[in-house]
């Protein structure tokens, strides 16, 4: 039989499928951060039972975790309290942290790929919605709740129901200044917000083997917002030269075996999937989110929709609240939109290229007197990589805030927040009411549409701009 790179690894996985219940699946790799895994070790603790993989573990702190002055105490009593616990519960059971003071630490969804601790094939989950990053390197990974993260850690197995596929093709080359970001947005209009419920995605095309592992991981880091439970792109020689010689890659004899498994992986021609989506990557354009949720969205070129726009009820009334939420006018030019803020940054659009790309349109110009721009790097390998190439410098000298790294502004559960009404062109991949602060308003862009933002005062097409 015909089978998906899903389905090869779902077989491959399978511990136990009874007959009328949830199939079982064997887990290879479990992340952690500090907000989804205080509960699971003390359910641990009251059971008195060991963690059965103790290496199958990676952890980091993230969300709390302030950005500036690092070396101060935490201020915030509930974010000192959720960094304590995540120290003392990885050192209770001698799990690999990267803390606040580690070198390697950073976002979850960034460090991990970074010391190649996901391969081709695995398993992995977090207690986090957006562990479908690592989909990237065509492993089957997704979120799960506080309760599973305790049944993982004590049984290296979940319970899951098999998902549905869907393949999402996206042929041709993208034009210069539209990124992976822009087609992670363009999908999600396209689908909308539930648009993948109940499948796992596939991203494949000649537009998707194009991309970098970063571009990727931005990618099928937004599967999440798209609904699937997961999203998946192929391993090819992108991922091995990637993943090879990185601290977690097999070595030696072990990566010639692991690349001879890697390569078996591809959906066979002619597997069946569930449903299939097309889109041209040439058609593809900058993308800016006008709304409350990611699936509100339009080219940097149209305008803003009015809830007439929509044959759908539901979709007509949430364009109306939207509106209001945001403050923005049905039939303005997304280009006449002012902003106060812009964030670059989060496990969608914190790793060295985003940077690459805003400092490069940022050279030699100013950041708008009328906004705060903050560069948040995803990790400390990172923003070491960053000032080496020297980003820091020209990103400093034209107004930006150069940071230490975490989820900062993504959700602003450290501090790092939007004003009542203030407006963000953000990197991250939520724009949710309240997301990036109470009151905030935020439009999700790409780092360079975020670059030029930053320096206009407003949303600029960079096709015709840079
Ligand atoms: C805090 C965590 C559970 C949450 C998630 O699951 O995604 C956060 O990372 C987010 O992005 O909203
Ligand atoms: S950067 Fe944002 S999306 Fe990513 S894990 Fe942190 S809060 Fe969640």
Avoid at 344 to 368: H, M, P, Q, Y
Wanted: proline share 4%; net charge negative.
């Amino acid at each position: 039989m015909k089978k998906t790179m899903y389905e090869k690894i779902w077989d491959s996985h399978l511990v136990h499928e009874p007959k009328n219940g949830t199939p079982l699946l064997y887990i290879d790799r479990h992340l952690m951060h500090e907000v989804t895994s205080p509960q699971a070790f003390e359910g641990l603790r009251v059971q008195h039972r060991p963690i059965r993989n103790r290496h199958s573990i990676l952890a980091t702190m993230d969300h709390c975790v302030p950005t500036v002055d690092r070396h101060l105490p935490i201020k915030d009593p509930i974010a000192a309290k959720q960094i304590d616990t995540m120290a003392n519960n990885c050192s209770e059971h001698d799990l690999l942290i990267y803390d606040m003071q580690s070198v390697n630490n950073g976002v979850i969804h960034i460090v991990v790929p970074e010391h190649g601790f996901i391969h081709p094939g695995m398993t992995a989950v977090c207690g986090d919605s957006h562990t479908a990053t690592h989909g990237a390197f065509g492993a089957l990974a997704f979120g799960i709740g506080t309760s599973e993260v305790e049944h993982v850690m004590a049984t290296q197995t979940l319970q899951q129901q098999k998902s549905k596929t869907m393949l999402i093709s996206v042929e041709g080359t993208l034009s210069k200044y539209s990124t992976a970001k822009d087609i992670a947005l363009a999908v999600i209009g396209k689908i909308g917000t539930a648009g993948g419920t109940g499948h796992v995605i596939e991203f494949a095309g000649s537009a998707i083997r194009d991309l970098t592992m970063e571009g990727r991981m931005t990618l099928c880091n937004m599967a999440i917002e798209g609904g699937a439970r997961a999203g998946l792109i192929a391993p090819d020689e992108t991922t091995y030269a990637y993943l090879k010689g990185k601290e977690f890659a097999p070595k030696g004899e072990h990566w010639a075996a692991a690349l001879a498994y890697w390569k078996s992986l591809p959906t066979d021609d002619g597997a069946i999937f569930d449903t299939i989506v097309e889109l041209k990557a040439e058609e593809i354009a900058p993308q800016v989110t006008w709304g409350t949720s990611p699936e509100q969205v339009v080219a940097v070129n149209e305008t803003v929709p009015s809830p007439s726009d929509f044959s759908d009820e539901i979709k007509a009334s949430a364009c109306k609240g939207a509106l209001a939420y945001m403050d923005i006018e049905a039939g303005a030019a997304i280009t006449d939109i002012n902003i106060d803020l812009v964030f670059v940054g989060s496990c969608t659009n914190g790793r060295i290229e985003d940077f690459r790309a805003i400092a490069e349109l940022t050279a030699g110009k100013k950041v708008n007197a009328s906004v705060q721009a903050i560069a948040v790097p995803g990790s400390y390998l990172v923003k070491e990589q960053a000032e080496k190439e020297g980003l820091d410098k020209i990103l400093v000298a034209a107004g930006w805030e150069w940071r230490d790294p975490g989820c900062s502004m993504c959700l602003a559960m450290n501090g790092d927040q939007l004003g009542e009404g203030q407006r963000s062109a953000s990197t991250s991949n939520r724009n949710f009411e309240g997301r990036q602060g109470k009151g905030g308003r935020t439009h999700l862009v790409s780092p360079a549409m975020a670059a030029a933002a930053a320096i206009e005062g407003h949303f600029v097409d960079i096709r015709n701009w840079a």
